[in-house]
């Protein structure tokens, strides 16, 4: 299979993917479900549990009970998926070698737990309901399995890589991946490239007014569930007495309610090319003391350049 920055496979098609316009409309699915969860993105990303996390303020039990439920919540979207990989909806973002989670959580699981991980872990009570959701929706309506993916795929393929750092640092996992391998994507070198792809083949499918507005139901719906699991790791967590270290200043900050605030989505948008949240990422970072004085020096070093030359 081609690397994704020049091309990805769908069904023994190679497609290229830097030279997709990316012309959207208020009408696309992608753009209907992004402006329609963006009150749900909100909450999840300022729950106390993912705010704590971004900090690094993660308890080593924590981490392995989310990285299992994560577990439960892939292994009940792929096994769906897996069943309706030829629907004429599903089919084009049917991407197994480049999305899949189950194996890789699996292989983590075996880090975290030891080889006999399998005995040793159960679905949580919050993430059994998002479990059960997924499979009622896969025999009962699949074309809501699109909602389900675009939540977590896209969500991880975005903010994962932040996440797999943090963790890394402040659970002093090894450098070479062991414990992270969900943050992983090994098929997909080049992200972006590889959501403008998903975006344009959710753009294509044939649905309509009606099914558009089911599948922003049970988006939202989706987040919800990973909200109610974030709370349920928050609560879990208030009883483990283990040791954690602040690796950094909170990563939303006072936000206000205002997504744009975040660091981390602005960075993401100025990667795509917004230049109003490129703004807001270079404000951000410059109110930091580390950042403020890395740069305070590199106007000193520059400075003292010019002097030498003009001497």
């Not at 900090?55 to 039990?61: A, C, L, S």
């Given at each position: 299979m081609m690397a994704a920055d020049s091309a990805v496979s769908n069904g023994g098609e190679n497609i290229l993917t830097d030279s997709d316009d990316d012309i959207l409309s208020p009408?696309?699915?992608?753009?209907?479900?992004?402006?329609?969860?963006?009150?749900?993105?909100?909450?999840?990303?300022?729950?106390?549990?993912?705010?704590?996390?971004?900090?690094?303020?993660?308890?080593?039990?924590?981490?392995?009970?989310?990285?299992?439920?994560?577990?439960?919540?892939?292994?009940?979207?792929?096994?769906?998926?897996?069943?309706?990989?030829?629907?004429?909806?599903?089919?084009?973002?049917?991407?197994?070698?480049?999305?899949?989670?189950?194996?890789?959580?699996?292989?983590?699981?075996?880090?975290?737990?030891?080889?006999?991980?399998?005995?040793?872990i159960s679905c949580s009570a919050a993430t059994q309901p998002y479990v059960d959701r997924i499979h009622e929706v896969g025999r009962d309506d699949p074309v809501l399995l699109v909602a389900h993916a675009w939540t977590r795929y896209m969500g991880d393929l975005s903010g994962g890589q932040i996440l797999k750092k943090v963790a890394q640092r402040a659970l002093k996992l090894p450098p070479t991946g062991e414990g992270l391998n969900f943050y992983h994507f090994e098929g997909i070198h080049n992200p972006t490239a590889f959501k403008r792809l998903y975006r344009s083949r959710m753009n294509e499918l044939e649905v309509d007014a009606e099914t558009k507005d089911k599948l922003l139901d049970e988006a939202n719906l989706a987040f919800k569930f990973n909200l109610d699991v974030f709370t349920?790791?928050?609560?879990?967590?208030?009883?483990?007495?283990?040791?954690?270290?602040d690796i950094g200043p909170h990563a939303h900050g006072d936000m206000g309610g205002d997504i744009s605030k975040c660091p981390y989505y602005a960075a993401k948008m100025a990667v795509s090319g917004n230049t109003t949240y490129a703004c807001n990422f270079a404000k951000t970072l410059l109110r930091h003391s580390t950042v403020q004085v890395i740069l305070a020096t590199w106007v000193a070093a520059v400075a003292g350049l010019v002097a030498w030359y003009l001497m």
């Open positions: 009408n696309d699915l992608s753009e209907v479900l992004a402006a329609g969860t963006k009150e749900s993105h909100d909450k999840a990303e300022n729950s106390p549990f993912v705010k704590d996390f971004l900090r690094g303020r993660i308890k080593r039990e924590l981490f392995k009970l989310g990285t299992t439920a994560l577990y439960y919540v892939y292994s009940a979207i792929e096994e769906e998926i897996e069943k309706v990989k030829d629907h004429a909806v599903f089919a084009p973002l049917y991407f197994p070698s480049e999305l899949h989670r189950q194996e890789a959580l699996a292989k983590d699981l075996a880090y975290l737990y030891g080889e006999d991980w399998e005995s040793q349920e790791l928050q609560e879990i967590g208030k009883d483990i007495e283990e040791e954690v270290q």
